[in-house]
């Protein structure tokens, strides 16, 4: 078992030294994160093409001074990072930060923390959409209750709640309802009046007076 694990850790070791091997430093540094690029003047002159790539050790055994290594790190830099605000009223409230940073990545994983807090008193917009069709009749008195129920309910929650209403009938063109004179100026049951069929209407625009 030791054996196979040492023989695992060598052929790892072989593979991650043979894949630093590239012909410009661009290309050199973007292979592995270990891969780093001698840039001192006439450094192949005696060695193979693709030698100024390679890892630390290996420039550093072919004669590469260690000012002469180009070997850049990734790094995390915060750009903007103001505190979280809480309140919605607040000019130019944050709610995730850091808000900018500027990252240097090489191809390798880079770790950096992020903090979201929930607004308080943030603005909330509801516009319900009503079919008002005669089947429809039981859920209007439904919506209508709720609607009074969840207004309170929200004003518990925030001061900026609004409030909407539309509704639709059905698209008044065939197939979708009949035609006939009399459907179309009653287009329920004839023991039960309502009005022309229409397509949509905005009944109550957003408002906080609910």
Not at 72 to 100: C, Y
Not at 106 to 131: A, G, I, N, S
Request: negative net charge.
């Amino acid at each position: 078992m030791g054996a196979v694990l040492i023989g695992l850790l060598l052929q790892f070791w072989f593979s991650a030294a043979a894949s630093c091997s590239a012909l410009t430093c661009d290309a050199c540094l973007q292979l592995e994160p270990q891969c780093a690029w001698c840039t001192q003047q006439n450094f192949t002159d005696s060695l193979a093409e693709g030698e100024r790539c390679g890892t630390l050790a290996e420039l550093s055994a072919r004669g590469c001074p260690e000012d002469e290594v180009e070997f850049p790190g990734t790094r995390a830099e915060l750009l903007e990072d103001e505190p979280l605000g809480k309140r919605a009223a607040r000019a130019n409230v944050t709610h995730v930060a850091p808000q900018r940073m500027a990252l240097r990545l090489r191809p390798t994983q880079v770790t950096f923390q992020v903090k979201v807090q929930q607004p308080e008193d943030h603005p909330v917009d509801m516009y319900y959409l009503m079919d008002l069709s005669a089947s429809m009749i039981d859920d209007l008195k439904t919506i209508t209750h709720l609607g009074s129920t969840l207004s309170k309910e929200m004003a518990s929650l925030t001061s900026k709640f609004r409030l909407g209403f539309g509704s639709f009938v059905e698209k008044p063109v065939l197939p979708y309802i009949k035609i006939t004179p009399e459907e179309l100026a009653n287009p329920c049951s004839v023991d039960y009046s309502c009005l022309p069929t229409f397509g949509y209407r905005h009944i109550l625009p957003l408002t906080g007076s609910t």
